[in-house]
């Protein structure tokens, strides 16, 4: 059984029942294709390496190296785990916001919420099949 797949219905998704290595792991492979030099170019702004990290939010998370640096997967995976966490913090380990959040910036996930099914979710839904693929999570979810 795939266990990530029970957790498309309504039920929020904590922290607690999410590896958060795996989670950057798919993340990884959703924003990157594990691609150290990759670049996104959006009209949100320019996004670079592992994680697809910007450069000022690396710098809001406590970065203070250059560009060419955030470049190294060492360090944007250690900025952009940073972020993804302060993300579950922020919005009380509901993981399906927190990547929300990552994709499209906290003002919109928060200011137009995504009032669809999760696992239609552009990005939340390929984040949470890579996360099956990779590391399917050991813990059922249930509506207790």
């Known amino acids: 059984m795939k ?7 309504l ?8 590896n958060v ?4 792991k798919a993340m990884i492979k959703a924003e990157s294709s594990g691609d150290p ?17 910007q450069l000022s939010t690396a710098q809001d998370m406590g970065f203070r190296g250059t560009l060419a640096e955030l470049f190294k997967p060492a360090v944007n995976k250690k900025y952009g785990t940073r972020y993804i966490k302060y993300l579950l913090r922020r919005y009380h380990d509901q993981v399906y916001l ?3 959040a990552y994709n499209r910036g906290m003002q919109k996930a928060e200011d137009y919420p995504y009032k669809g ?13 890579f996360m099956e693929e990779i ?3 050991k813990v059922q979810l ?3």
Not at 11 to 18: D, E, G, K, R, S
Not at 21 to 24: D, H, K, M, Y
């Open 3 to 9: 266990y990530l797949t029970l957790i498309s219905l």
């Open 11 to 18: 039920l929020p998704i904590n922290a607690f029942a999410v």
């Open 21 to 24: 290595n795996c989670l950057v």
């Open 37 to 53: 030099e990759a670049i996104n170019i959006t009209h949100i702004g320019v996004s670079y390496g592992l994680m697809q990290i």
């Open 98 to 100: 927190s990547l929300d």
């Open 117 to 129: 099914d999760w696992k239609n979710h552009p990005y939340v839904g390929k984040i949470i099949g």
């Open 135 to 137: 590391c399917p999570v």
């Open 142 to 144: 249930s509506a207790n």
